[in-house]
Each structure stands twice: as C-alpha cells, then as structure tokens.
C-alpha cells in the first residue's frame, strides 16, 4: 500500500491544485519533495516557485530546511519575511532565484514593488491556510494568487476545514484533490 507522500506526489502529477489537510513541520521532507519535483533543476530568471508560509518563524524553519537539499541541486531559494532588510531582500531577488520562501505581506510588497516576475511560476504553495486567514492575509494571497500563470497550486490545512475556508479554497483552486494525512 502507498504510504502519504507517494499518494500525495501521485495526485499533484495528475492535477494542478491539491488540498493537503496535516500539520506542517511533521511533512517538511515531503514539501520538499513536492517542491523538486515542480522545480527539477535550475534555470536562470524569473522565481519558479513561492511558499508563502504564516509569519517569519514558520518561513525561517521551512527555508533552513531546504537550504541543505538546495546547495546539493544547486537551486537558489530567497528568504523574504517581516523582520529582514526590505532592499536587501528585493535586491536579492532581483538577481534571480529559484524559490520564494515567506510571509504572505512582505512578497506580496515585493511583487509589486517589482522585485520578481511570476511568469515562469512552476508552483504556489500555502503552508497552514487556515492559519493565513486567520491573521488578516486573505488580501495578500488573493493579489498574488490573481496574477499566477497556470501552475500547481498545494494549500495545506492544519485543522479541519470551516465554511469560509472551503468557499476561499474552491474560488482560488477551482477543481482540486484533496487528500489528508494518517492519524498516528
């Protein structure tokens, strides 16, 4: 039998948007998985992927766990969060990277600041949707999320699902699968 990760990386092939319902730090290795597979190898330009994640602490520990994998494949991942250098980070970006990694409001400021071009976006992730929401960042992420070409999508949830987040779901993923995680 299929354990997680193989069913989750199965579905995200045959489809565009998945709905991922599990804690976050328990599954770093497999959105890491997720993340290479979208982003195979590097390329020059425009960011291939962005994971915007709750606040600075959740964006910090998900990036220095992919800094390790990353320097091996050698992609390029950015940092963008609240409490950092505002001309740093856009400076940094500006020279291309492979991943964004941060908060909802600081890349969002970034973005259109025009900091980064989300043309040749391969993926756009949301680690703890609910979460998100919850603090205020509905209009960060509908800003981004209006400008994405067609790319794969993956939200993550944390906690069982609430009305007003089924609703924003099913107007920012359309058609999507969904999948939760093996109680232990």
């Known amino acids: 039998m299929e354990d997680f990760g ?19 730090q328990p599954y770093f290795e497999l959105f890491q998985d997720i993340i290479t597979d979208c982003i195979p190898e590097p390329k020059e330009g425009s960011p291939r992927g962005i994971v915007i994640c709750t606040d600075d602490q959740m964006a910090r520990a998900f990036a ?21 250098q505002r001309v740093r980070q856009r400076n940094d ?10 908060t909802p409001k600081r890349i969002c400021e970034m973005y259109f600041q025009n900091g980064f071009n989300i043309g040749e976006l391969k993926l756009f992730m949301l680690l703890d949707l609910n979460t998100i929401l ?4 509905k209009g960060f992420v509908n800003r981004i999320s209006e400008s994405l070409p067609r ?14 987040v089924s609703e924003y779901i099913k107007d920012f993923m359309g ?5 939760k995680a093996p109680i232990d």
């Not at 995200?12 to 319902?21: I, K, P």
């Open 64 to 84: 220095d766990y992919l800094e390790h994998r990353f320097k091996k494949l050698d992609l390029t991942l950015d940092l963008i969060v609240e409490k950092g």
């Open 134 to 137: 919850k603090t205020g960042n």
């Open 6 to 24: 193989a069913k989750t990386r199965k579905l995200l092939r045959s489809g565009n948007a998945l709905v991922l319902q599990c804690e976050i």
């Open 175 to 179: 058609g999507y699968k969904s999948i």
């Open 93 to 102: 970006l500006f020279f291309g990277t492979e991943l964004i990694v941060g």
């Open 151 to 164: 790319c794969k999508k993956v939200v993550i949830e944390t906690l069982d699902r609430e009305a007003r």
